[in-house]
């Protein structure tokens, strides 16, 4: 994009990194919790369903903290990732990837269940008495009834990776090449006078991005119930 300095482009990419990673990671985790949701009763669901949305009601900086307090250097998970592979997250561009895959989850999780809920039952029942099994059933019948829904959640999921901000600059703060997404390379640039054309500059690119995942994931959504309206959001 012309009218990027360096460090603008070092920003973008690293955004794009940063997001692809973290709906990437995510992925089968919001899957297994979106089937769980959509298919299985059993007690306590409903604290399941509220556990997977709480990053959408909470305040983004209590979700960051929380993550500072388990995945820090010195947290129970962050501290054993540490010393078993080396897996570090604090001050680092895994810090801010795994910030925005804990925000992205709750909008992924809905996109794919509602798509598992939308599968006629009826097409695996069939698949069951022609003597296909649990596994052959998932992997011809359901995954691709469901995919159109999976790939909306990756893309919203996407949308949302790009915008985040509060959850990120709490647990590995701003580190210019880093940790500085588009995000808090704006809010950074609105401390410093004479920074209204970068900040302008970068804000568009957020948009661009964010709008194109949402129009992205909406048309995904109405393939996915074959037309119909069918909102992710």
């Known amino acids: 994009m012309p009218g990027l300095s360096p460090e603008e482009w070092t920003i973008l990419l690293l955004s794009l990194k940063v997001s692809l990673v973290a709906v990437a990671a995510m992925l089968p985790v919001a899957f ?3 089937w769980l949701l959509a298919r299985v009763r059993f007690p306590g669901k409903l604290l399941i369903d509220a556990f997977v949305h709480l990053p959408l009601v909470v305040p ?3 979700t960051g903290w929380l993550l500072l307090i388990l995945f820090g250097q010195n947290g129970p998970v962050g501290g054993w990732l540490e010393r078993t592979i080396g897996l570090s997250f604090m001050f680092r561009w895994t810090g801010a990837a795994l910030a925005s895959a804990i925000m992205a989850m709750p909008l992924m999780v809905r996109a794919m269940r509602l798509s598992i809920e939308g599968i006629d039952l009826r097409l695996e029942g069939a698949a069951r008495t022609l003597g296909a099994g649990r ?12 995919l159109p829904g999976v790939m909306a959640g990756l893309v919203l999921g996407f949308a949302r990776s790009i915008g985040e901000f509060g959850a990120t600059i709490t647990f590995v703060s701003d580190v210019p090449g880093e940790t ?3 995000p808090i390379a704006i809010y950074s640039a609105l401390q410093l006078p004479g920074a209204e054309v970068a900040v302008t500059r970068l804000a568009i690119i957020s948009i661009l991005l964010s709008l194109a995942a949402l129009v992205a994931s909406e048309a995904l959504a109405r ?11």
């Open 60 to 62: 983004p900086v209590v």
């Open 32 to 34: 297994a919790f979106a």
């Open 180 to 182: 500085r997404t588009l």
């Open 223 to 233: 393939r996915a119930s074959g037309g119909r309206t069918n909102h992710v959001l």
């Open 135 to 146: 596994w052959r059933v998932f992997l011809t019948i359901s995954l691709p009834l469901c």
